[in-house]
């Protein structure tokens, strides 16, 4: 079992008073970058493409604004959690629009509800709602979609601009999400990653819940292809720094983070959900009691100058049939030190 230390105290409050949700998100987008993982305001242009270049991403910020952050997807998870909610539970004639208040998106994202808490709501749906997104996935090598990550809003209040009076909020996601929830291109967050502050920390633990998902040997990927996905502006010496920072710490909501090499050499980090690494571990410390109780045992059979070519088959048939011979125990001055677990 993991012996970090739990990086979250309040988890338990979190769950049962913030989130009563499985948070969903949309699996094309956790995999690429498609936000700023920055808390400065972002103007330049994010350029993306996977490596055998058939697949491209180009997010555009509006300059008043700056572009829609890692944060501010947040929103985006909420009203995908909505309309997958009203999916699964049988509704058909299902629609992009979402009907809310700021109250309910500010708990419902795990946020307080302080007057500056919905300023910064109202600030980061301006930034949902000009940020411009142009890629070709699913369109084809040779057409391309363009949307905001927000269409048309409405609220019933004295403005957007005046948060305090603001009393409900209508949001519209884009077709292009829509289609990618009916299609089933989504995947459940675990509800602690609302709690991680850092972008690096959002962005890695994306790309792992996406890529990673519960492969029971992992999944390992090279630092340079990390950086890419992210989209992160800092240099790529600093952007390792700090994934070594995060294996040494392990605070990774699900995912065990290990530093590790790919076949070619180049630096990786290896992805293991935690319950897989628990299990190992519990195998292995059941297979060391077992190999000490051998030992302990044989150091017994030999100590009563019982026949050493004996005790194999002696051993063997306490193992396989749960009752020692009749002339094994008396050997063994300790049968608790080792009788076979």
């Not at 519209?172 to 991680?196: A, C, H």
């Not at 390792?240 to 699900?254: A, K, N, Q, S, W």
Request: net charge positive; proline share 5%; with cysteine.
């Amino acid at each position: 079992m993991s012996t970090r230390a739990d990086p979250h105290p309040i988890r338990d409050f979190f769950i049962a008073d913030l989130i009563d949700y499985a948070p969903k998100d949309s699996a094309e987008m956790m995999e690429r970058p498609f936000f700023s993982i920055s808390k400065r305001k972002r103007n330049k242009l994010i350029h993306y493409q996977t490596p055998d270049a058939k697949l491209w991403i180009k997010v555009n910020a509006n300059p008043t604004y700056g572009m829609a952050t890692i944060w501010d997807a947040d929103v985006l998870i909420w009203c995908i959690s909505r309309i997958v909610a009203q999916r699964d539970a049988g509704k058909n004639d299902l629609r992009p629009i979402i009907h809310t208040t700021p109250y309910e998106l500010l708990k419902g994202i795990a946020r307080g509800t302080s007057g500056q808490d919905y300023v910064e709501l109202l600030r980061a749906i301006k930034r949902l709602r000009t940020t411009e997104v142009e890629t070709n996935i699913r369109a084809g090598k040779r057409r391309y979609t363009a949307f905001h990550y927000l269409g048309d809003i409405e609220g019933e209040g004295e403005g957007i601009d005046d948060a305090e009076q603001l009393r409900s909020l209508t949001l519209r996601v884009p077709d292009w999400l829509l289609d990618g929830i009916m299609s089933g291109n989504i995947l459940t967050l675990d509800r602690e990653y609302f709690l991680l502050t850092g972008g690096i920390e959002r962005a890695i633990y994306r790309v792992a819940r996406k890529h990673a998902g519960s492969q029971p040997k992992g999944w390992t990927v090279k630092m340079t292809t990390l950086y890419d996905k992210t989209g992160s502006e800092s240099p790529l010496k600093k952007f390792t720094f700090r994934l070594r920072e995060m294996c040494r710490f392990d605070r990774l909501p699900r995912y065990a983070m290990r530093e590790t090499t790919t076949q070619d050499g180049s630096p990786a980090i290896l992805f293991v959900d935690r319950t897989f690494l628990e299990l190992e571990d519990k195998e292995r410390r059941g297979a060391d009691t077992a190999q000490r109780g051998r030992e302990n045992a044989r150091a017994a059979w030999l100590d009563a100058q019982r026949d050493p070519r004996q005790f194999d088959g002696a051993w063997s048939a306490w193992i396989e049939g749960g009752h020692p011979p009749e002339d094994f125990v008396p050997a063994c001055r300790d049968r608790r030190a080792v009788m076979p677990s």
